[in-house]
């Protein structure tokens, strides 16, 4: 498991933002504010079948555009209201 260290020496497990559920985010954009690292980026929410009342038409929401630049500092998440977030350890 990747380890990394605090200033002082202490070690910390990174959390890396893996994936975002976009049928549960609804495109708030705090997870998006506090990534000092540019991971995420807002798009049109992606279909996956018959949009029949176009109510989804139109919607952002987050999605993981640069996921290797993920520091896994897990600030994303908790930001988020909604726990879209999916994150993993290496
Ligand atoms: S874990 Fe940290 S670096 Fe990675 S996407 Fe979330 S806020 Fe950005
Ligand atoms: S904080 Fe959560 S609900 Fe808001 S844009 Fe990010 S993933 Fe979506």
Request: proline share 4%; net charge negative.
């Amino acid at each position: 498991m990747a380890t990394a260290l605090t200033r002082g020496g202490q070690e910390w497990v990174p959390s890396y933002l893996q994936s975002i559920d976009y049928e549960v985010c609804i495109g708030c954009g705090r997870c998006y504010k506090v990534c000092g690292q540019g991971v995420m980026a807002p798009i049109e929410k992606p279909f996956e079948g018959d949009d029949d009342d176009e109510d989804d038409m139109g919607n952002t929401v987050m999605s993981v555009a640069s996921p290797d630049a993920c520091i896994g500092c897990g600030a994303c998440a908790r930001a988020c209201v909604k726990n879209a977030h999916t994150h993993v350890t290496c």
